[in-house]
């Protein structure tokens, strides 16, 4: 088993020696992690490693930049696909019972007729059957399990769910998702497939002439010379440089990731031209905290107050989503699908707008689904539909409110 893992990163292009690959075999002989607890109806001797604890020291003997730790993660995931230990409120549930043996596919009449839960009532529903259920699920309506039309469990529909154990939502409408991921920084070195975007923002000019005088002036250096009777007076200025302050905050993972490429390049560009630019990462919606670096996501949190504090009215407020998400995550205290956030995102939202009057929203999505979407209407109504696509002429628009 881990001599193909060790050829599945070998072929992510990932540099991995068999040398390392000989330590790793080492730690887990000397027993550096220790196997998992028997489940408690049985009487079996303990077998196996937790799957986290196998992940850590696998990723601690075989990468050695931390550069590699998205490639890593990405082909971890691949390869031990289904494995992963699921948390619960008070004990695991068995992974037996999320096996995907099935896909679920209803008509629109059927999804029709499955009734979605309230917030409370699904959260209080959840704590409750995993308490009470004693065996693995499949097809059913009522337990966590797959294929069905129940709110707990993986692969199957519900309207407003949450999703347990599966890599990626096909209906982008669970409330919470029963997974901890860490998310790729967006790349800011990214090539532009074109200068389109660029000339796009540069709409969003300020300019001003500061810092060291290393340009020539030359109209005014002819001037001089001229009344100096011919000789010589070389007469130097500050560079140009657009003056314009950004706040650009992004979300990144989950939905997002069918839209890196692009995103990629706007944040590329944006760096180019924007001498004045700040930048943060957030999920779904804007909380009470946000981050700078997805590798460091959890230890390095940046509080959304202090943000608001930190910089001055004049600053652009950029804010780039798909702005997909169950409208719990906007509109609910504790909706967020990653944590119990006290406050809703909407409240948070509403903070940055009233604290930078000049925003917009880009989205990636195509127009043509927003009106699709429930979570993308709430956020328009607090943008003020100031709402933009990522397109050509969705920039040029956003650019030119901004500029208003």
């Given amino acids: 088993m881990l001599l193909d893992f060790f050829y599945t990163l070998r072929s992510a292009k990932l540099p991995v020696s068999v040398k390392e690959y000989l330590t790793l075999l080492e730690a887990l002989q000397k027993g550096v992690v220790g196997p998992n607890a028997a489940q408690p109806d049985d009487d079996t001797e303990p077998s196996g490693y937790k799957i986290d604890d196998f992940y850590y020291l696998s990723r601690t003997t075989l990468v050695k930049d931390e550069k590699h730790y998205d490639k890593f993660d990405r082909a ?3 390869y031990f696909k289904g494995v992963e230990m699921i948390a619960d409120f008070t004990k695991d549930i068995p992974l037996e019972w999320l096996r995907k043996n ?5 008509s629109p009449e059927d999804k029709a007729k499955i009734e979605k839960m309230g917030w409370d009532e699904l959260m209080e529903t959840l704590k409750k059957r995993s308490e009470e259920q004693k065996e693995r699920h499949e097809g059913g309506s009522k337990w966590i ?24 939502g096909r209906n982008k409408s669970a409330v919470k998702v029963w997974d901890q991921r860490a998310y790729k920084d967006y790349d800011d070195t990214q090539e532009l497939g074109t200068r389109n975007i660029k000339v796009a923002l540069r709409r969003l000019r300020k300019f001003a002439r500061e810092g060291h005088e290393d340009e020539l002036d030359l109209d005014e250096t002819i001037s001089k010379t001229a009344a100096n009777a011919g000789y010589l007076d070389i007469k130097m200025r500050p560079e140009r440089h657009n003056n314009v302050k950004v706040l650009l905050l992004m979300d990144v ?73 169950s409208p719990y995550e906007i509109l609910q205290p504790g909706g967020s699908v990653e944590y119990n ?44 539909n100031k709402m933009y696509p990522l397109t050509l002429k969705g920039l040029e628009e956003a650019m030119r409110q901004l500029t208003k």
């Fill in 76 to 78: 971890f995931a691949a």
């Fill in 102 to 106: 099935l896909e679920l596919n209803l």
């Fill in 145 to 168: 399990g797959t294929g069905g039309t129940s709110p707990f469990g993986a692969n199957g529909y519900n309207p407003q769910g949450i999703r347990i154990g599966q890599d990626k």
């Fill in 253 to 325: 993972g989950g939905t997002m990731d069918e839209h890196i490429a692009r995103v990629e390049e706007l944040f590329s560009a944006a760096k180019t031209e924007f001498k004045h630019l700040e930048f943060y990462y957030f999920h779904n919606c804007v909380y009470d905290y946000m981050w700078k670096n997805n590798r460091r996501r959890f230890a390095e949190k940046f509080a959304t107050w202090d943000i608001l504090r930190k910089y001055n009215k004049d600053y652009k407020l950029i804010f780039v989503g798909d702005a997909t998400m």
């Fill in 341 to 384: 956030n006290e406050e809703a995102g909407a409240e948070w939202l509403q903070r940055l707008t009233s604290t930078f009057p000049k925003f917009a929203w880009i989205n990636p999505e195509p127009q043509g689904v927003w009106q699709y979407r429930q979570s993308i209407s709430v956020i328009q109504q607090l943008m003020h």
